[in-house]
């Protein structure tokens, strides 16, 4: 008989271990609590303007294809994906632009044009780098729930590529001798919620990832990908229910056998993967933890938030699909995105303007503008519904001062913004901090939460609250890993249950 998988959410964690059960003939029924699928990776509508909530840039879209491809699909049947060139623009205090490419021969040209001292360096860059990737991609897609993980072969390998008790910028500092170069291959951290003065260095292949192979859209926007997963789920017979939150994991005997629904019934199953948020999970739906216990929930560190802006307006402007404003207090500002007091300066602004790009997310001759600015998360006492205004203010000021976009205010005609309360509020996300636990070496590998979680037996987690970590990539990698789990417990089978390239 079909084993029955309980998942819980329907965000990319979640979606794609669906497609990959369903696809090996498991019996799965998904329970989200949004009236819509894909959690942060989602869609809204303002009046005739479409926005994605949160991810906008899709890196290493070879994941994304293999993940498909895993579950018997091509992608390309579902989703359109572009390349952006260049990655995008990013904008300095001091007016310089740079606007780098996976072509190297532009970025080269560019780099040569705004910073030509480090043109040479530029080519060390990619070739260390590159080098560095080979060896580590692997110790990404593997699991780590024994301490001897640790012993295997590739990682032993990959060990002196981690560079791991150094920091993003001083490892950049032994590349690039001028700041913004150095800053322009850094801010990336934004990503993960974390300062380049304080994350590791592996994080250098961030930044590497994308000159390598470029930063993709989707069209429709990136919430597509999740839409097309659901899709893929139901076609083999998968089960989703949304605007269905789920109370409490039922466990017997320290062993997960089902879930009780917020309206109070009871579903049973073989087994239950975890996708909501995993902080949140734990201290919500999980009684009896042992090691996730509410004071080692909150002593752990956390990735930062985001304040966002998603703007619809009545006029196109001539600038990138992806632009960057860099402020003149960005160290300050990106090591204060980390504490627990309001930022004294708004250093980093990220604006996402995809109708260059994508003509079906805003009428014609309109943008759907999407602004994202770091933030602290909510371990900083910040009461966001009364500072809100202001902050948006002084953000839209900060745009138009440093930007083309000087009537930008004056065109809005649909507005929402979100706070770290309304990442508690509209997806369960433990503390706001939107990109999960953070990325630090204490909280990665066999130290990140594992994939077969540590509570409950017969209990898996995916997303970015378990290993490797957040963003969609790494979220995919997480569904294979827990799906292998899954599959391997199930059958007692000790090889690969996927494609073998794949590690
Ligand atoms: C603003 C922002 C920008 C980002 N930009 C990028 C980017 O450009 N590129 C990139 O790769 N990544 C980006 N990310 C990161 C990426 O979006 C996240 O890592 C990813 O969406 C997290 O996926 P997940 O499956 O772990 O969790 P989620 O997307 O949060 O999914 C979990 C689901 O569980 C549901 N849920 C929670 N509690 C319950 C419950 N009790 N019962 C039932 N359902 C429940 C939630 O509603 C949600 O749908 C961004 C994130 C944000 C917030």
Redesign the pocket.
Known sequence: MKKKVII???????LSTAMLLTHKGYDVVI????PD??????RFQLGAFTFD???????LPQFANEIFALAGKKMSDYVEIKNIDPLYRIKFNDGTEFFPSSDLEKTISEISRVFPEDVDNYIRFKKTEGYRYNRVEKCFKAPYTRFTDFLRPFFIEALPQMDMFNTLQNRLKSYFTNDRMRYAMSFQTK?IGMSPWKSPSAYSLIPYIEHKWGVHHVTGG?NRISKAMAEVVQEYGGIIHTS????KIISKNRKAIGVTLENGENVYGDYVVI???FA??MS??VDNRKKYTEANLRKREYSAS?F?LYLGVKKQYDISHHNLIIGDQFRDYMDEITMTKEPSTTSLVYIHNPVVTDKTLAPEGNSSIYV?VPVPNKKAPLPWDEIKSDFRNRVLDLIKTQTELKDLENNIIEEKIMTPDD?VR????YNGA???LSHAMNQMFYFRPHNKSEELDNCYI????THPG????T?YISAVISSELIIKDDTGDKGRCFDKTWL
């Open positions: 819980v959410g329907a965000g990319p964690g979640g329970f989200e609590k949004n699928t894909g959690g942060r990776n989602d909530v949160g991810p906008t840039f899709l890196m990503y990136l269905t939150p789920v109370r996708n909501a948020d949140y999970a919500n739906l985001t966002m994202l990442w509209d997806f369960n996300v939107v990109f999960n995916v997303g970015g609250g957040s963003g969609l990539p979220i």
